[in-house]
T-cell receptor, first 112, second 111 residues
Framework: GAVVSQHPSWVICKSGTSVKIECRSL??????MFWYRQFPKQSLMLMAT?????????EQGVEKDKFLINHASLTLSTLTVTSAHPEDSSFYIC????????FGPGTRLTVL | GIQVEQSPPDLILQEGANSTLRCNFS?????LQWFHQNPWGQLINLFY???GTKQNGRLSATTVATERYSLLYISSSQTTDSGVYFC?????????????FGKGTKLSVKP
């Protein structure tokens, strides 16, 4: 199956700072990358879909100006959480889609 | 949109016991997958099973697409089976191809 990496694995930052999360598809050319978010003790919810060479689409309730997504190549999609606040603390995980879908290892963000 | 319901929400087993986890979905699906989420959050693919039956060691899964449910069987459970099991589906009529997850079944296997 597809091999997906994410960096960093975890990050702790102060409120108001920005954090960039990278998602790389190592053996699969990903024209689409799905970004999910998982709050503690909850399930995974799609937050946005990045598309190579075009604008990302965001799910209802997700602020596009806060969660900046860039998909500049077929192997790299990035999610930047701008001006992070404690309520943004969550587990962020990506997947390039496909028939059988595989996920990166995830990034645990803690905002103090 | 499509609804995915998993049962039971929590399950406690003694090592060696067998269990059945259920996933019901409210519409036709193009894809159904079972995942095990380990304590570090990693989602481990168990089965890609939009229909039919598959087996992998102590685990097996069956999806009856016409009746809109899937079952995951765990036999001779081990403590390492502990974690959260998610069922997730794709319904192309209502999404961009992303997975829609159930709320999961939290399994605890006691030694």
């Amino acid at each position: 199956g597809a091999v997906v990496s994410q960096h960093p694995s975890w990050v702790i930052c102060k409120s108001g700072t920005s954090v960039k999360i990278e998602c790389r598809s190592l053996d699969f050319q990903a024209t689409t990358m799905f970004w999910y978010r998982q709050f503690p003790k909850q399930s995974l919810m799609l937050m946005a879909t990045s598309n190579e060479g075009s604008k990302a689409t965001y799910e209802q309730g997700v602020e596009k100006d806060k969660f900046l997504i860039n998909h500049a190549s077929l192997t790299l999609s990035t999610l930047t959480v701008t001006s992070a606040h404690p309520e943004d603390s969550s587990f962020y995980i990506c997947s390039p889609g496909g028939n059988e879908q595989f996920f990166g290892p995830g990034t645990r963000l803690t905002v103090l | 949109g499509i609804q995915v319901e998993q049962s039971p929400p929590d399950l406690i087993l003694q090592e060696g016991a067998n269990s059945t986890l259920r996933c019901n979905f409210s519409d036709s699906v193009n894809n159904l997958q079972w995942f095990h989420q380990n304590p570090w959050g990693q989602l481990i693919n168990l089965f890609y099973i939009p229909s039919g039956t598959k087996q992998n060691g102590r685990l097996s899964a069956t999806t009856v697409a016409t009746e809109r449910y899937s079952l995951l069987y765990i036999s001779s459970s081990q403590t390492t089976d502990s974690g959260v099991y998610f069922c997730a589906v794709v319904n192309y009529g209502g999404s961009q191809g992303n997975l829609i997850f159930g709320k999961g079944t939290k399994l605890s296997v006691k030694p």
